[in-house]
Nanobody, 123 residues
């Protein structure tokens, strides 16, 4: 499956953005989708994920209450709605597909990765 992330940009603190992850070339409904991010000089870290099995959503503590992940299987797309953005949210955001439905905060559980989309939040 191929993944295409989009929707990044330059915003001010407190603003919102919606990222999209469009999938093609595979049975989208059997993959859990996760979002990860990598800031300057940092390792790639988990942001959010949604299970293919029951649509259970998982979030990193740092984004709980501000970010919402959702999926539209009819459009083969997963969204990450990001509200109340902070400068520390600045990073390249990646979406990835996994055949697992648990442990979705682990990078090693993901087999397919999209290219990143840059999110920059100014103070």
């Amino acid at each position: 499956v191929q993944l295409q992330a989009s929707g990044g940009g330059l915003v001010q603190a407190g603003d919102s953005l919606r990222l999209s992850c469009a999938a093609s070339g595979g049975a989208f409904s059997i993959y859990s989708i996760g979002w990860f991010r990598q800031g300057p000089g940092k390792e790639r870290g988990f942001v959010a994920a949604i299970s293919y099995r029951d649509r259970t959503r998982y979030y990193a503590d740092s984004v709980k209450g501000r970010f919402t992940i959702s999926r539209d299987n009819a459009k083969n797309t997963v969204y990450l709605q990001m509200n109340s953005l902070k400068p520390e949210d600045t990073a390249v955001y990646y979406c990835a597909a996994s055949g697992y439905y648990r442990g979705l905060d682990e990078v090693r559980k993901y087999d397919y990765w999209g290219q990143g989309t840059q999110v920059t939040v100014s103070s």
